[in-house]
């Protein structure tokens, strides 16, 4: 049971932050305001889980002006992509095992 | 068991936001049946108004009044059905929370009007020659490959009707002289029927 859950990432346990990646992981480029518009939560939730993605080098930042408004798009890096699949590879054998 | 049920809940979350992100689901059934409905009635009139002349099933020598009176008609018949088609699809999109206009409804229009624009400049070309008969068989198909390449970003069940307009132009391709009845079968009966289907597969279910 040990050897099952090693592989469930604690950075994915939050429902937000695993909504991000779960974006990210089928678009290119995502900006600020569609995360939130999808995800609905606020400025200050969604910025603070962001950042914690970010700090794991996860997720790509690429800032950006239109017009005068600063525009922030989101992008899964190579290390997020690799993490993410692994996330749900644990699920999925937890899943399998549980039916057995 | 509450953890489980928890690791379930994360993978419906992940499903669900990775479809909502990439694909405009807000697709009424509705928009289908009431297009499919006016392509029928503006075939009917355009028979109507062949039979007056009688002209049906030739397909040489156009008269200017006829031409002009033919390209009323299917203009009319485009502007109401893609008017209908954005009343349902708005009504359904604030239903299901999501904007009309968002990067998933821009990617579907981009996939859909590619092939859409490029068959539209096709039949003009075939006009062009002259090749007349032509033209029912060539929107058919086209407007059919638009459904295909569209159906990566919506509902997956439009890449059937997609299947299925691309064989009827063929077919209407060697039955040149019945176009208006091939015409009719694809964008009238088609849509009316799966529009029902989809009304019934999504949209009932959420009312």
Redesign the interface.
């Known amino acids: 049971m040990k050897n099952i859950i090693q592989n469930i990432n604690k950075a994915f346990e939050n ?1 937000i932050r ?2 991000v990646m ?2 990210l ?3 290119d480029w ?1 900006d600020f305001n ?1 995360l939130k ?3 609905q939560v606020t400025d200050g939730n969604l910025a603070s889980h962001i950042t914690a993605l970010e700090k794991e080098e996860y997720i790509q930042v690429r800032k950006a002006f239109i017009g005068k408004k600063p525009n922030t798009s989101f992008a899964v890096s190579k290390t997020g992509r690799k993490a993410f699949q692994e996330h ?1 590879d644990a ?1 999925e054998n ?2 399998n095992s ?1 039916k057995q | 068991m509450d953890q ?1 049920k928890e ?2 809940l ?2 419906q ?2 499903r669900s ?2 479809e ?3 694909k405009f689901i807000s697709l009424s059934g509705l928009s289908g049946i009431v297009a499919g409905g006016i392509a029928l009635a503006g075939a009917a009139v355009q028979y109507w108004y062949m039979e007056k002349e009688g002209r049906y099933m030739s397909c040489i020598k156009l008269s200017q009044d006829f031409l002009l009176f033919s390209i009323a008609n299917f203009l009319g018949i485009l502007i109401l059905a893609v008017l209908s088609a954005y009343y349902f699809t708005q009504k359904k999109a604030k239903k299901n929370n999501q ?1 009309l206009w ?2 998933s409804s821009k990617r579907l229009l981009l996939n859909l009007a590619t092939p859409l624009a490029s068959g539209g400049a096709f039949c003009g070309v075939l006009y062009f020659y002259g090749l007349i008969g032509l033209l029912a068989p060539a929107s058919l198909i086209f407007y059919g490959i638009a459904l295909v390449n569209g159906s990566n970003y919506t509902l997956r069940d439009i890449r059937n009707l997609g299947f299925a307009e691309i064989a009827l132009g063929f077919i209407c391709a060697f039955n040149i002289g019945y176009g208006l009845l091939f015409w009719a079968l694809g964008f009238g009966v088609l849509h009316i029927a799966y529009g029902i289907v989809m009304y019934y597969k999504y949209d009932r279910v959420q009312e």
């Open positions: 429902r695993l909504g779960s974006i992981m089928v678009n995502v569609t518009e999808l995800l749900l699920l937890l899943i549980k | 489980d690791h379930l994360q993978l979350e992940i936001l990775m909502r992100s990439t904007s968002d990067a």
